[in-house]
Nanobody
């Protein structure tokens, strides 16, 4: 069983920055793909960014150029650096890990961007 624990959420003004971290209970070398998803009220969960075990990254068009995903294999963490935040980035952000055919999710952390 893999546990993912997010940290770093909070309230920020538009244009500001935040950094999310996700700590895994196992070596992230064993997790094929890790990423961040978000879910705004009344909307479906959507992909924000992913990173593979060989550091191939993928971003949603809405966050390209503003968000950066990275992984620290020594600390078993994946981070999401968010800048130029917009009110539409407000959502619960979830850490995700894909190991083999199994999906693992964190409990989520709230990001609120005020205008």
């Amino acid at each position: 069983q893999v546990q993912l624990v997010e940290s770093g959420g909070g309230l920020v003004q538009a244009g500001g920055s935040l950094r999310l971290s996700c700590a895994a209970s196992v070596s992230i070398f064993s997790i094929n793909v890790m990423g961040w998803y978000r879910q705004a009220p009344g909307k479906q969960r959507e992909l924000v960014a992913t990173i593979t075990s060989v550091d191939i990254t993928n971003y949603a068009d809405s966050v390209k150029g503003r968000f950066t995903i990275s992984r620290d294999n020594a600390k078993n963490t994946v981070s999401l650096q968010m800048s130029s935040l917009k009110p539409e980035d407000t959502a619960v952000y979830y850490c995700h890990g894909l190991m083999g055919f199994r999906n693992y999710w964190g409990q989520g952390t709230q990001i609120t961007v005020s205008s």
